[in-house]
């Protein structure tokens, strides 16, 4: 290949005698089976991810098998390795304090060990994210596969997919509208086969955006994981890693300005989840690239919705693969898009775009020029409660409420919420506003608590969706007029510490902005006697409390963020 050292031979062991350790390397390779000849290739590390607390990952042994079928017949030696899995509902207090970890897990694994050029394998929520943050950073050429979403089921003759329809069924047994037996019915419906959630929640958007960026094969984001294509993409992804050990393309290479605007542009199309955003700007951040919030917005203003999947529509990933997918849906933003953005491939996007176009369901993949929405679906607030910024998902919300001021009813924590959200005594209505504090990275780690519940007594009174606020995230799979990511977090001093209860606030999409109708010197007065939450003392969430980012900084750890990529 080249003349520098490749395969077995990269990052020898130092033992002080470099021979020595090549042959003792060798020897131990051979214990595992590996014959002479082998030895010899160049070496793909294949990240996988798989855990008895991961369902999206279930699938996990089969890809690995496939991928290191693809990096055989290409004529090198696969070699798997295990990293953090990230399992979304299994983990406490929050999959997001982890991500960071795998992200370092990821980037280090790939630098230790001998290896040319690496395919990540992942699917879940976070994990997709840590691992893009762990290749940017180790910036050794490297591909990502994801494991797909899953099929839908059926429920009395409804079609089922986790996680919208979890949510929209909970929300009737809140009010009282289903009962014990048939929840305990759909809770078996819902998620039937492996693969990530069946609707555009964070997976299925990270996915799209893994795509966007040239991050992943062409076509191969919204396969199902059940379909036949996703092991023969991962048979290809396979073989495209050789590929790069030739070409020498780097992460560093394939996400640029361009095709970070691009993904942002897709996030737009597909009104995708509102996490996104702050993984987006984290794998972004890890090479040094800024999106401002103006450039964000002015990229949602002018990019419709095109995609109509739940759950701000009305289908599922798998029509979304069956419609086209991420070809069709690039070819109808391409006046909008970076066309000399160059994937892992070494093709630009326009190459890719001039190949011949296959059948569009339009149902699903709605044309430019008759789109779901005209504008995109995320936006930013600024204003006087979230001077550095908060999300908003418009597409998700009601607009109704679009332009609203109220009274704060606060909660100042999560046990405070459960605690009081549906006690009868709770005074509150449906004009008023819900403020959820102490949700943010420092104080709780972020987890996806935005998605406050309709306190119960409003709920059976029919009452579906009114606004809230918090400095948390909420699922991809949510929805409802929701402000999110507020920052600075309530924890540090955020104006958001100093709401209370009756305070009036004021939301305007039109102006995007959201506003605490509080005099600035009565905040003041306020945030001066705020004490923030303690902190834990050892361990990974002590280091995580005292180095993690806000939300716009997209919550990496500040000494990984903008690092440069450090590789021969």
């Not at 991962?234 to 996400?255: C, D, F, M, N, Y």
């Not at 095709?259 to 199309?269: I, K, P, Q, T």
Request: proline fraction near 7%; hydrophobic fraction near 40%; charge should be negative.
């Amino acid at each position: 290949m080249t003349d520098e050292p490749h395969g077995l031979d990269r990052g020898l062991t130092n033992y002080g005698d470099r021979d020595f350790a090549r042959y003792l390397r060798r020897s131990f390779a051979r214990s595992m089976g590996i014959s002479p000849r082998l030895l010899n290739k160049p070496v793909v590390g294949i990240a996988m991810t798989p855990s008895g607390f991961n369902n999206c990952h279930r699938g996990m042994p089969e890809l690995v098998e496939a991928v290191s079928r693809g990096v055989l017949e290409a004529g090198a030696l696969p070699r798997p390795f295990p990293t953090v899995s990230l399992g979304e509902v299994f983990l406490n207090p929050t999959s997001m304090v982890y991500r960071n970890l795998m992200a370092m897990d990821t980037e280090e694994m790939i630098l230790a060990q001998p290896m040319d050029a690496v395919v990540l394998i992942g699917g879940c929520d976070k994990t997709v994210p840590a691992q893009l943050m762990g290749a940017a950073s180790a910036d050794l050429p490297a591909i990502q596969l994801v494991t797909g979403p899953m099929s839908t089921g059926r429920h009395r003759g409804q079609r089922l997919g986790a996680c919208t329809d979890c949510r929209g069924f909970w929300a009737k047994y809140r009010a009282g509208t289903v009962d014990d037996e048939e929840i305990a019915e759909v809770e078996g419906r819902l998620s039937v086969t492996q693969g990530t959630c069946a609707v555009m929640g964070t997976a299925s958007t990270m996915a799209c955006i893994a795509e966007a960026l040239g991050m992943s094969l062409p076509g191969t984001a919204a396969i199902p994981a059940v379909h036949s294509d996703r092991l023969v993409a991962a048979e290809e992804t396979g073989r495209a890693a050789v590929r790069l050990i030739e070409t020498k393309i780097r992460p560093s290479r394939v996400i640029t300005q361009k095709s970070v605007e691009n993904a942002v542009r897709v996030l737009m199309a597909v009104s995708g989840s509102t996490n996104a955003i702050v993984h987006l700007t984290a794998i972004a951040g890890r090479l040094g690239i800024r999106i401002p919030y103006e450039r964000f917005n002015a990229i949602s203003d002018e990019t419709p919705v095109l995609v109509d999947l739940k759950p701000v529509g009305d289908g599922y990933m798998e029509d979304f693969h069956a419609a086209g997918g991420m070809g069709a849906l690039l070819r109808e933003l391409r006046p909008l898009l970076h066309l000399d953005t160059v994937d892992i491939e070494g093709r630009t996007l326009a190459e890719r775009l001039d190949e011949p176009e296959t059948w569009v369901d339009r149902a699903v993949i709605r044309p430019f020029a008759d789109p779901v929405s005209p504008q995109g679906g995320l936006i930013t607030l600024g204003g006087s409660l979230a001077p550095d910024g908060a999300i908003f998902k418009r597409a998700a919300a009601t607009p109704g409420l679009f332009e609203t001021e109220g009274r704060a009813v606060v909660f100042t924590g999560l046990e405070d919420l459960s605690a009081r959200i549906d006690d009868p005594d709770l005074d509150v209505t449906p004009d008023d506003i819900l403020v959820l504090q102490n949700a943010g990275p420092h104080a709780a780690g972020m987890p996806e608590a935005g998605y406050l519940p309709i306190p119960k007594k409003l709920a059976r009174a029919g009452v579906k969706d009114m606004v809230r606020i918090s400095d948390a995230r909420m699922s991809g799979t949510a929805f409802g007029t929701i402000v999110l990511h507020v920052a600075p977090e309530a924890a540090i001093g955020g104006p958001l510490a100093a709401v209370r209860d009756g305070d009036r606030i004021r939301l305007s999409v039109k102006e995007k902005r959201i506003d605490l109708l509080v005099a600035p010197e009565e905040i003041a007065r306020r945030l001066a006697a705020h004490e923030p939450p303690p902190a834990p003392k050892r361990g990974y969430k002590a280091l995580y409390r005292r180095s993690v980012t806000q939300a716009p900084e997209g919550c990496d750890f500040d000494f990984l963020a903008g690092a440069a990529p450090d590789h021969p």
